[in-house]
Structures are given as structure tokens and as C-alpha cells.
């Protein structure tokens, strides 16, 4: 078996690139993801799919946000988790971004979009209208999703 020039080998044959001891247990390994997720800028969320007894996708369930989600809906993260998207977003169905997400679990296809034009409100009522470059990925039963608001736009009325 031949190596990549590019990657050294240790007198034992181990890259040293590789841990010699994994130490970390699955909890803490966790935590530590999580912290990371919270040091990222844009809003990014973790959900889980809510079905009926035949397997069909009724809506998602919020498992985490990070900070700046929280920042973005002027919700505080504690009152986020476990909320229903749907509840979350009024016009989540609506707008399309459910049949999306629900495409993305299903079918395991990734979903990216700049510009996407969007115009809702989340529960308590703060507009958040306005220009979006969308990311979202399957996890497990789930997704998890990053956005950034690109521009604003005035609140209808």
C-alpha cells in the first residue's frame, strides 16, 4: 500500500497527525461542540423531525440554537428549545421552507440558497423579513441549518 507523499510517518508508522490517546467521553465531546457552535456568527439550529404513526414529517422540533440564532430571533434560548418550528414561524409552511427541510431529511440532498427572499415573523411578533443566503443539512431524523440576513426589508402594513 503505497502513502501519500504529503504525509509523514513516524518511526512507528503512525502519522503523528493522529491522537495517541482519545480521552474525551461522549458528553463532555458534546458540550465541547456545542460551545463551538455557540462561537459561530451566524444563526445556526439543530431540529428534529416530528411524524405521524406512518412515518410522514408533520414539522420539526428545535433541539439547539446557538447564540446568535437566539440574537436573531430576540428570543431567549431556553424559551427556543423545543418549540415546533411552526410555532417559531408563522409562515414556515407557507413560504416553502418546510416542504425544503422536509426534503432535506428525506432525501439526505443538501439545500443551499443565497437570496432567498423571506417574510415572516417569529412568535412574539419581530419581523424578519428581508434577503437570505440558506444552509441546511440532514442530521440523524433532523437538520441543522445556518442563515444570514443579507438585507432587510420593511415590515409589511
Partial sequence: MSRKRDQPVSANGRSPMLPRNVTTNRPELERRLLAVLDTIEEPVSVATAIRDRDGRILDFRLEFVNLAAAS???????????????????EFRSS?????????????????????????????????????????????????????RRAATPEPG
Fill in 72 to 90: 436573531w430571533a430576540g428570543i431567549e434560548r431556553e424559551a427556543l428549545i423545543g418549540l415546533i418550528t411552526g410555532e417559531l414561524l408563522p
Fill in 96 to 148: 416553502g421552507y418546510f416542504d425544503t427541510l422536509r426534503d432535506v431529511v428525506e432525501t439526505g440532498r443538501p439545500y443551499s440558497r443565497d437570496g432567498a427572499m423571506v417574510a415572516d415573523t417569529v412568535a412574539g411578533g419581530r419581523w424578519i423579513g428581508g434577503s437570505y443566503d440558506l444552509r441546511a443539512i440532514r442530521l440523524g431524523d433532523g437538520y441543522v441549518s445556518t442563515w444570514r
